[in-house]
């Protein structure tokens, strides 16, 4: 093919392309935009090309301090792939969730000469993504219930064996000094074990709550310890040992509290799961400066060399059929993303897994 019939067809196939397209030069001016582009983002002048990076696109997101850069800006000095979430209006002024990767192209001397920018839509996505982490929360409140029956069943027989006391008492028409003593050192043991039962069905409920709830002010180290609690029945009868090591004082995070505890709950569950005959979890957590990090850790066979690339796919899974859907690292790489943090994972055979958490404390909130 000629120069002049390739010079033809590149604006056709870049117009025929369903992502949202812009390429950027060296200068921070836009050089290329697709149709789509002009389409989702309503931006339909003839004289889009050469405006400025920061005037052309939604490249920044003035909610959040961390976002306030142009994404195209630093992907020249850095060098390196970035990846962004906005929720946007499009054209008609709805709004839509999209996902925009920022890819350099580097010159012969390695300096970064474009950057194009792949806008997708996800809305879609997202919303079938909600859906089926309420799924896998479910599967988990179904593995949690017969520890959470037993943890309930302890408190109740107390409190049957006090009332069954109580009712020997008044059988008896009249009250010593040592019975009027009994009788309130009962009461007061039937006032704990039922605030033992509020506390687990309230952990029950924050943790089903939908991700989608308005953020607010988290406290990470609770989080944690809510889950230990609802985990407690499946450490003892798997022979798990704990080892906290929560940083006390830790600031809290501006979050979805619902989301922060499905984090933890996704990845305490698979590192109990993953300790099949006994083990340590350590839970560690502390302030990196603007970032809260947690990690957590177990002593289980861990993750084989061929498997770490492909544990954040959905539905990836070597568990037993019917011991997990293989959305739960899915959900919790995609949660993180949206409250602008990380997580990594480290792991060798027969040398437990380490899942590290740092989400920002001045975040997103999840909106992103």
Request: hydrophobic share 40%; charged share 30%; glycine share 10%.
């Amino acid at each position: 093919m000629s120069a002049t019939g390739l010079g033809e067809l590149l604006p056709a196939l870049m117009d025929a392309l369903a992502d949202a397209v812009l390429v950027i030069d060296r200068d921070r001016r836009a050089v290329v935009v697709n149709r789509r582009y002009r389409e989702v983002f309503g931006e339909r002048r003839v004289d889009l090309i050469d405006t400025g990076c920061t005037e052309s696109a939604h490249r920044t997101d003035a909610r959040s301090p961390e976002s306030a850069r142009c994404v195209a800006c630093d992907v020249f000095e850095a060098r390196e792939m970035r990846s962004v979430f906005r929720q946007l209006p499009d054209a008609g002024g709805a709004n839509r969730r999209y996902e925009a990767t920022f890819r350099p192209m580097l010159g012969p001397d390695g300096v970064v000469t474009h950057v194009v920018e792949i806008w997708r839509d996800i809305t879609e996505r997202s919303q079938l993504e909600v859906q089926l982490s309420h799924s896998e929360r479910l599967a988990s409140v179904g593995i949690l219930s017969a520890g959470v029956a037993h943890e309930i069943n302890n408190p109740l027989a107390s409190i049957l064996a006090g009332v069954e006391t109580l009712g020997r008492w008044l059988g008896r028409a009249r009250f010593e000094p040592e019975d009027v003593r009994e009788a309130r050192e009962t009461v007061e043991m039937l006032e704990r074990e039922v605030d033992r039962c509020r506390e687990t069905t309230q952990k029950l409920t924050l943790l089903g709550r939908s991700y989608d709830t308005a953020p607010g002010w988290v406290d990470l180290n609770r989080a944690v310890r809510d889950t230990l609690a609802l985990l407690g029945y499946e450490l003892r009868k798997r022979g798990i040992d704990v080892v906290e090591a929560l940083e006390p004082g830790l600031p809290q995070i501006w979050a979805r509290e619902a989301a922060v505890r499905g984090i933890c709950m996704n990845l305490m569950m698979n590192a109990v799961q993953a300790m099949s005959e006994g083990g340590r979890l350590t839970l560690t957590s502390r302030r990196d400066r603007d970032n809260a990090l947690l990690a957590i850790e177990d002593s289980g066979p861990g993750i084989a060399p061929e498997h770490l690339e492909r544990i954040w796919d959905p539905f990836f899974t070597t568990k037993p059929v019917g011991q997990g859907t293989g959305l739960g690292l899915s959900i919790t790489h995609r949660i993180v993303t949206r409250h602008g943090g990380r997580i990594r994972v480290a792991s060798e055979p027969g040398r437990g897994a380490r899942f590290e958490v740092e989400l920002p404390i001045h975040g997103t909130g999840g909106d992103v």
